[in-house]
Protein backbone atom coordinates (compact mmCIF):
# COMPACT_ATOMS: atom_id res chain seq x y z
CA UNK A 1 0.00 0.00 0.00
CA UNK A 2 1.14 3.60 -0.88
CA UNK A 3 2.58 5.29 2.15
CA UNK A 4 3.87 8.53 3.68
CA UNK A 5 6.68 7.95 6.17
CA UNK A 6 6.79 10.85 8.60
CA UNK A 7 8.84 11.62 11.25
CA UNK A 8 9.55 12.37 13.90
CA UNK A 9 6.42 11.04 15.75
CA UNK A 10 6.62 13.44 18.90
CA UNK A 11 9.00 16.56 18.85
CA UNK A 12 9.78 19.08 21.92
CA UNK A 13 11.25 22.28 21.02
CA UNK A 14 11.96 25.58 23.08
CA UNK A 15 10.27 28.55 22.07
CA UNK A 16 12.10 30.31 19.76
CA UNK A 17 13.79 27.18 18.29
CA UNK A 18 13.42 26.13 15.00
CA UNK A 19 11.45 23.14 14.51
CA UNK A 20 11.78 21.10 11.21
CA UNK A 21 9.64 17.72 10.48
CA UNK A 22 10.13 15.44 7.60
CA UNK A 23 8.30 13.12 5.60
CA UNK A 24 9.28 10.49 2.78
CA UNK A 25 7.17 8.90 -0.11
CA UNK A 26 6.86 6.32 -2.44
CA UNK A 27 4.79 6.73 -5.03
CA UNK A 28 6.14 8.88 -8.26
CA UNK A 29 2.96 10.12 -9.69
CA UNK A 30 2.25 12.65 -6.09
CA UNK A 31 2.50 15.90 -7.41
CA UNK A 32 1.06 18.22 -4.70
CA UNK A 33 2.28 18.20 -1.13
CA UNK A 34 0.26 19.91 1.62
CA UNK A 35 0.98 19.82 5.25
CA UNK A 36 -1.60 20.51 7.61
CA UNK A 37 -2.13 21.82 11.33
CA UNK A 38 -4.45 20.09 13.93
CA UNK A 39 -5.07 21.77 17.04
CA UNK A 40 -7.11 19.33 19.65
CA UNK A 41 -10.52 19.74 19.40
CA UNK A 42 -10.31 20.86 16.20
CA UNK A 43 -9.98 19.60 12.22
CA UNK A 44 -6.82 19.96 9.99
CA UNK A 45 -6.45 23.44 8.55
CA UNK A 46 -4.35 23.64 5.79
CA UNK A 47 -0.91 25.17 6.90
CA UNK A 48 1.11 24.97 3.56
CA UNK A 49 1.52 23.34 0.58
CA UNK A 50 3.79 22.70 -2.58
CA UNK A 51 3.71 21.02 -5.92
CA UNK A 52 6.21 18.81 -7.38
CA UNK A 53 7.51 21.35 -10.25
CA UNK A 54 8.54 23.68 -6.70
CA UNK A 55 11.32 22.92 -4.33
CA UNK A 56 10.35 25.71 -1.84
CA UNK A 57 7.85 27.65 -0.59
CA UNK A 58 7.64 30.00 2.60
CA UNK A 59 5.04 31.16 4.27
CA UNK A 60 6.27 33.71 6.66
CA UNK A 61 7.82 31.51 9.49
CA UNK A 62 6.89 28.61 7.94
CA UNK A 63 8.87 26.99 4.85
CA UNK A 64 8.10 23.66 3.47
CA UNK A 65 10.89 22.46 1.19
CA UNK A 66 10.57 19.23 -1.68
CA UNK A 67 13.34 16.97 -3.07
CA UNK A 68 11.64 15.56 -6.31
CA UNK A 69 14.49 13.05 -6.51
CA UNK A 70 14.72 11.64 -3.14
CA UNK A 71 11.02 11.99 -2.89
CA UNK A 72 10.95 14.09 0.19
CA UNK A 73 9.67 16.86 1.94
CA UNK A 74 9.98 18.61 5.15
CA UNK A 75 8.37 21.66 6.98
CA UNK A 76 10.78 24.37 8.78
CA UNK A 77 9.46 26.45 11.73
CA UNK A 78 11.53 29.40 12.92
CA UNK A 79 10.86 31.34 16.18
CA UNK A 80 8.92 28.34 17.08
CA UNK A 81 6.01 29.56 19.46
CA UNK A 82 4.17 28.29 22.06
CA UNK A 83 1.18 28.89 19.86
CA UNK A 84 2.54 26.61 17.16
CA UNK A 85 1.84 23.57 19.54
CA UNK A 86 -0.02 21.14 17.08
CA UNK A 87 -0.19 17.98 15.43
CA UNK A 88 1.29 18.32 11.61
CA UNK A 89 0.36 16.18 9.24
CA UNK A 90 2.09 16.20 6.13
CA UNK A 91 0.48 14.17 2.50
CA UNK A 92 0.74 14.05 -0.67
CA UNK A 93 -1.34 13.58 -3.51
CA UNK A 94 -2.40 13.17 -7.39
CA UNK A 95 -5.72 14.51 -7.91
CA UNK A 96 -8.55 15.53 -5.33
CA UNK A 97 -9.35 11.74 -4.39
CA UNK A 98 -5.64 10.07 -4.14
CA UNK A 99 -4.58 11.46 -1.01
CA UNK A 100 -2.31 9.61 1.72
CA UNK A 101 -1.53 11.25 5.18
CA UNK A 102 1.34 10.25 7.14
CA UNK A 103 1.03 9.63 10.53
CA UNK A 104 1.49 13.05 12.36
CA UNK A 105 4.25 14.95 14.52
CA UNK A 106 2.79 15.84 17.80
CA UNK A 107 4.64 19.37 18.30
CA UNK A 108 5.42 20.57 22.04
CA UNK A 109 7.25 24.45 22.29
CA UNK A 110 8.04 25.31 25.64
CA UNK A 111 7.77 28.67 26.90
CA UNK B 1 -20.08 32.00 7.05
CA UNK B 2 -18.10 29.63 4.68
CA UNK B 3 -17.02 26.90 6.16
CA UNK B 4 -17.73 22.31 6.83
CA UNK B 5 -20.23 22.29 9.72
CA UNK B 6 -20.50 18.90 11.39
CA UNK B 7 -23.34 17.62 13.68
CA UNK B 8 -23.27 15.96 16.95
CA UNK B 9 -20.15 16.98 18.33
CA UNK B 10 -19.65 13.82 20.39
CA UNK B 11 -22.07 10.70 20.67
CA UNK B 12 -22.25 7.83 22.81
CA UNK B 13 -23.81 4.57 21.71
CA UNK B 14 -24.17 0.96 22.28
CA UNK B 15 -22.91 -1.48 20.52
CA UNK B 16 -25.14 -3.04 17.92
CA UNK B 17 -26.75 0.36 17.34
CA UNK B 18 -27.24 2.65 14.31
CA UNK B 19 -25.71 6.27 14.45
CA UNK B 20 -25.65 8.68 11.55
CA UNK B 21 -23.72 11.91 11.51
CA UNK B 22 -24.71 15.29 9.25
CA UNK B 23 -22.10 17.09 7.50
CA UNK B 24 -22.55 20.44 5.33
CA UNK B 25 -19.93 22.59 3.46
CA UNK B 26 -20.50 26.25 2.68
CA UNK B 27 -17.84 26.79 0.40
CA UNK B 28 -19.25 25.38 -2.90
CA UNK B 29 -16.46 22.93 -3.29
CA UNK B 30 -18.05 19.31 -5.80
CA UNK B 31 -16.63 16.95 -3.49
CA UNK B 32 -16.38 15.81 0.29
CA UNK B 33 -15.10 13.01 1.76
CA UNK B 34 -15.35 11.38 5.45
CA UNK B 35 -12.28 10.52 7.17
CA UNK B 36 -11.44 8.47 10.37
CA UNK B 37 -8.84 9.66 13.25
CA UNK B 38 -8.52 7.24 15.77
CA UNK B 39 -7.02 7.98 19.45
CA UNK B 40 -3.31 7.65 17.93
CA UNK B 41 -4.03 10.44 15.26
CA UNK B 42 -3.92 8.43 12.39
CA UNK B 43 -6.15 9.81 9.75
CA UNK B 44 -7.49 7.29 7.14
CA UNK B 45 -10.07 8.29 4.51
CA UNK B 46 -12.70 6.30 4.14
CA UNK B 47 -14.87 7.89 1.35
CA UNK B 48 -14.61 10.45 -1.43
CA UNK B 49 -17.98 11.12 -3.06
CA UNK B 50 -19.01 14.14 -5.56
CA UNK B 51 -21.82 13.98 -7.69
CA UNK B 52 -20.69 11.88 -10.23
CA UNK B 53 -18.54 9.71 -8.58
CA UNK B 54 -17.88 7.48 -5.26
CA UNK B 55 -14.84 5.90 -3.86
CA UNK B 56 -14.94 4.16 -1.20
CA UNK B 57 -11.29 2.82 0.92
CA UNK B 58 -11.83 -0.60 0.47
CA UNK B 59 -10.86 -0.99 3.87
CA UNK B 60 -13.81 0.54 4.92
CA UNK B 61 -16.14 -2.54 6.63
CA UNK B 62 -19.40 -2.39 4.83
CA UNK B 63 -21.56 -0.95 7.91
CA UNK B 64 -20.12 2.77 6.72
CA UNK B 65 -22.19 3.73 4.14
CA UNK B 66 -22.17 7.44 3.00
CA UNK B 67 -25.79 9.32 2.42
CA UNK B 68 -26.00 12.67 0.04
CA UNK B 69 -28.61 14.99 -1.07
CA UNK B 70 -27.00 17.67 -2.96
CA UNK B 71 -23.10 18.34 -3.41
CA UNK B 72 -23.27 20.12 -0.06
CA UNK B 73 -24.20 17.69 2.00
CA UNK B 74 -22.52 13.88 2.96
CA UNK B 75 -23.61 11.86 5.79
CA UNK B 76 -21.98 9.26 7.23
CA UNK B 77 -24.03 6.55 8.54
CA UNK B 78 -22.87 3.19 10.93
CA UNK B 79 -25.03 0.05 11.07
CA UNK B 80 -24.40 -1.70 14.03
CA UNK B 81 -21.56 0.22 15.62
CA UNK B 82 -18.88 -2.03 17.02
CA UNK B 83 -16.26 -1.17 19.74
CA UNK B 84 -13.46 -0.60 17.20
CA UNK B 85 -15.73 2.11 15.64
CA UNK B 86 -14.91 4.29 18.34
CA UNK B 87 -13.01 7.42 17.15
CA UNK B 88 -13.51 10.87 15.41
CA UNK B 89 -15.40 11.40 12.25
CA UNK B 90 -13.86 13.80 9.98
CA UNK B 91 -15.53 15.39 7.41
CA UNK B 92 -13.98 17.41 4.41
CA UNK B 93 -14.72 18.90 1.08
CA UNK B 94 -12.57 20.06 -1.88
CA UNK B 95 -12.67 20.44 -5.54
CA UNK B 96 -12.15 17.22 -7.48
CA UNK B 97 -10.75 19.28 -10.56
CA UNK B 98 -8.12 20.99 -8.17
CA UNK B 99 -5.02 20.32 -6.11
CA UNK B 100 -6.68 18.51 -3.34
CA UNK B 101 -6.81 21.15 -0.65
CA UNK B 102 -9.05 20.30 1.69
CA UNK B 103 -11.34 21.68 4.44
CA UNK B 104 -11.94 19.88 7.46
CA UNK B 105 -14.78 20.36 9.53
CA UNK B 106 -14.50 19.64 13.59
CA UNK B 107 -15.22 16.22 13.50
CA UNK B 108 -17.62 14.08 15.75
CA UNK B 109 -16.25 12.08 18.09
CA UNK B 110 -18.38 8.48 18.58
CA UNK B 111 -17.73 6.37 21.65
CA UNK B 112 -19.36 3.03 21.77
CA UNK B 113 -19.87 1.19 24.42
Known amino acids: QQQVRQSPQSLTVWEGGTTVLTCSYE??????FPWYQQFPGEGPALLIS?????DKKEDGRFTTFFNKREKKLSLHIIDSQPGDSATYFC??????????FGKGTHLHVLP | ETAVFQTPNYHVTQVGNEVSFNCKQT?????MYWYKQDSKKLLKIMFS???????VNETVPRRFSPQSSDKAHLNLRIKSVEPEDSAVYLC????????????FGPGTRLTVL
Open chain 2, 92 to 103: ASGDWGGYAEQF
Open chain 1, 27 to 32: DSTFNY
Open chain 1, 50 to 54: ILSVS
Open chain 1, 91 to 100: AASEGAYKVI
Open chain 2, 27 to 31: LGHDT
Open chain 2, 49 to 55: YNNKQLI
